[in-house]
């Protein structure tokens, strides 16, 4: 009867000292603050951290997995960014009266660069959908230009 109890006792026991040094430990508390920073979507934060945690403990997976999907995010993000600041110059030149050949020929660069850029781009299983899917409407935006600036 004693060993009925005394096994899944034992195993308790395990847990509960896996969860208070998983809780307690320095670097596991950073990846826990660099899994948040990622989920909120602040990136070179959740780098950062889990940077940080990662050197601490070489063994922490959680911390490097964290530091992985960060910087592919921020890749992501840095595309996104390079597409907005683009596509914002293109329609200032679109606002002129005429496009000159130079304008057409920059146009044509700028959507060279983000089409070709994306291609770059490798998301994994965990990368955040929204991201990806935001990126691809720009790759997409620009391929259409690209083929209109062509013609």
């Given at each position: 009867?004693?060993?009925?109890?005394?096994?899944?006792?034992i195993a308790?026991?395990?847990?509960?000292?896996?969860?208070?040094?998983?809780?307690m430990h320095?670097?596991?508390?950073?990846?826990?603050?660099?899994?948040?920073?990622?989920?909120?979507?602040?990136?070179?934060?959740?780098?950062?951290?889990?940077?940080?945690?990662?050197?601490?403990?070489?063994?922490?997976?959680?911390?490097?997995?964290?530091?992985?999907?960060?910087?592919?995010?921020?890749?992501?993000?840095?595309?996104?960014?390079?597409?907005?600041?683009?596509?914002?110059?293109i329609n200032?030149?679109?606002?002129?009266?005429?496009?000159?050949?130079?304008?057409?020929?920059?146009?044509?660069?700028?959507?060279?660069?983000?089409?070709?850029?994306?291609?770059?781009?490798?998301?994994?299983?965990?990368?955040?959908?929204?991201?990806?899917?935001?990126?691809?409407?720009?790759?997409?935006?620009?391929?259409?230009?690209?083929?209109?600036?062509?013609?």
């Amino acid at each position: 009867m004693q060993n009925k109890f005394f096994f899944p006792f034992i195993a308790l026991g395990l847990l509960f000292t896996m969860l208070v040094y998983f809780v307690m430990h320095p670097s596991y508390q950073k990846s826990l603050q660099a899994k948040y920073y990622y989920e909120v979507g602040d990136y070179k934060q959740a780098y950062s951290l889990a940077n940080e945690a990662f050197s601490m403990d070489v063994y922490n997976r959680m911390a490097s997995t964290v530091m992985a999907q960060s910087k592919t995010s921020m890749k992501y993000q840095e595309y996104i960014d390079q597409a907005k600041s683009y596509l914002k110059e293109i329609n200032e030149m679109a606002a002129k009266e005429t496009l000159s050949d130079a304008d057409r020929a920059r146009i044509k660069m700028m959507s060279e660069i983000v089409v070709d850029s994306f291609t770059k781009l490798a998301p994994s299983v965990i990368t955040d959908k929204d991201l990806v899917d935001e990126a691809r409407k720009y790759h997409d935006n620009f391929e259409k230009l690209l083929e209109k600036v062509n013609r």
